[in-house]
């Protein structure tokens, strides 16, 4: 008997702790906050090419900016191609700060409140034995975050999608980089910091989309997509709306946007509609990006993949119940956006194109220019000239790289003005 007791006596105390620490674990996972970013916040993007090549899209963000149109955010990209979190590749023929040195002091320029990091491809290559200085470097860099005041969000690398190498160095690469997805995610669970999967997701794509330029770095419309896997990884909810007007019954069911309902009968339906985020313009079907808005009527999202397109859900939807049998229009501020059959508009109408839509296309625009002139601020092509080991020849213009500030604020106050939903006029008119 004494033994039996002993025997049950071990077991709950076994118990106990297996399940001491399933709630630890448990109350680390639902221990984060809320993402929110609030009026005078600044984010920084680091990392390597993930983030670089995000300044030639710009939909990272336009993502967050939408998110908060009544706050005033600061943005900044430091992403460095071919970098790690040493900031090896940040280095000048000019042998002081030194890339490590110079990756912190311009992290502490940028002066952030929040810094999403994304490393892990380029140290990938070291295999398994560059782990515990991967590990090392990263927990190093968080350090040097938390002392200047910010909070990190951590992402893992994306995997390899190219399958013109063998199909064996592929899997041995993505398995390196899928170790390299753990070490992240561990150290993110380890500091309670918010991580966000980019690996998985992709991977189990398997190429099926065009995301990427050479199987590793992503085009635009794998930017395009990134933004649904931020969001979810951020708890954020999708952008899109839907309106449900019943012309029987003067019933009127909304999600997503707020609607003012002026006037409802067969020949004419009016009302106002203000989203509550712009949406995600989609990819152009040229990659110009210096292309003005397309033709009125034309489908926005024409060129984007079905499966993502649900994936990122930014698609505007009208039904509209008891038309008499016809064909209609949807007239968006006095331009056609839609037409349908009135059979259609009972089963609903998913809307592509209006207001919101170019309001959104031409905020992008301006995300995109205000990054070229902080590119060139802060890393200036003839950086040797200006406060390198030359400045002797051409010191004299290092103010002028001052004098970006200006056309920076400029862009940011007209991002400021842009990033805000306006309500927009919605029409439902019969064609004679």
């Not at 839907?242 to 909304?254: A, F, P, R």
Request: proline letters at 5%.
């Amino acid at each position: 008997m004494k033994n039996i007791s002993s025997v049950i006596g071990f077991t709950c105390f076994f118990l106990l702790m297996v399940l001491s620490k399933a709630y630890s674990y448990n109350f680390k996972e639902t221990s984060l906050q809320p993402f929110q970013l609030h009026d005078g916040d600044r984010v920084v993007f680091l990392g390597n090419s993930l983030m670089e090549d995000d300044q030639r899209y710009g939909y990272i963000e336009f993502a967050l900016t939408t998110r908060w149109p009544d706050s005033d955010v600061t943005y900044r990209n430091l992403g460095w191609s071919g970098d790690n979190v040493f900031g090896k590749a940040r280095s000048y023929y000019t042998p002081n700060p030194g890339p490590y040195k110079l990756m912190i002091q311009q992290l502490k320029d940028a002066n952030p409140n929040v810094v999403f990091i994304a490393y892990g491809a380029v140290e990938s290559y070291k295999g398994k034995k560059g782990l515990p200085h991967f590990r090392k470097g990263l927990n190093q860099l968080i350090d040097k975050i938390d002392s200047i005041g910010a909070k990190s969000v951590l992402l893992s690398p994306l995997p390899q999608m190219d399958k013109r190498t063998s199909i064996e160095n592929l899997n041995a690469h993505n398995n390196e980089l899928e170790n390299y997805t753990s070490a992240i995610s561990d150290i993110a669970s380890q500091r309670n910091l918010r991580f966000i999967d980019l690996f998985t997701p992709i991977k189990h794509l398997n190429n099926k989309v065009g995301l990427t330029t050479d199987g590793i770095h992503l085009n635009e419309m794998g930017y395009y997509y990134l933004t649904s896997l931020i969001s979810s990884g951020l708890d954020l909810p999708k952008r899109n709306w839907s309106i449900e007007i019943n012309l029987s019954n003067g019933k009127v069911n909304t999600k997503g946007a707020e609607v003012s309902i002026l006037k409802m009968d067969n020949d004419k339906t009016q009302f106002q509609v203000k989203d509550h985020y712009l949406p995600l313009p989609a990819p152009p079907l040229t990659q110009d990006l210096e292309v003005r808005l397309p033709p009125l009527g034309q489908n926005f999202n024409k060129s984007v993949p079905p499966f993502i397109e649900k994936q990122v859900g930014d698609a505007h939807r009208i039904k509209i119940t008891g038309l008499k049998k016809g064909c209609y229009s949807l007239m968006v501020d006095g331009a056609q956006a839609a037409s349908a059959s009135a059979k259609e508009w009972a089963q609903g109408v998913v809307i592509h194109d209006g207001t919101s839509f170019r309001q959104a296309m031409q905020l992008r625009y301006k995300i995109l220019e205000k990054n070229k002139q902080f590119f060139h601020q802060y890393r200036p092509l003839n950086r040797t000239y200006l406060i390198g080991f030359r400045t002797y020849e051409q010191g004299q213009n290092y103010k002028e790289l001052k004098e970006l500030d200006m056309f920076i604020r400029r862009l940011e106050e007209q991002i400021a003005e842009l990033r805000v939903p306006q309500k927009n006029d919605y029409q439902v008119v019969a064609v004679k």
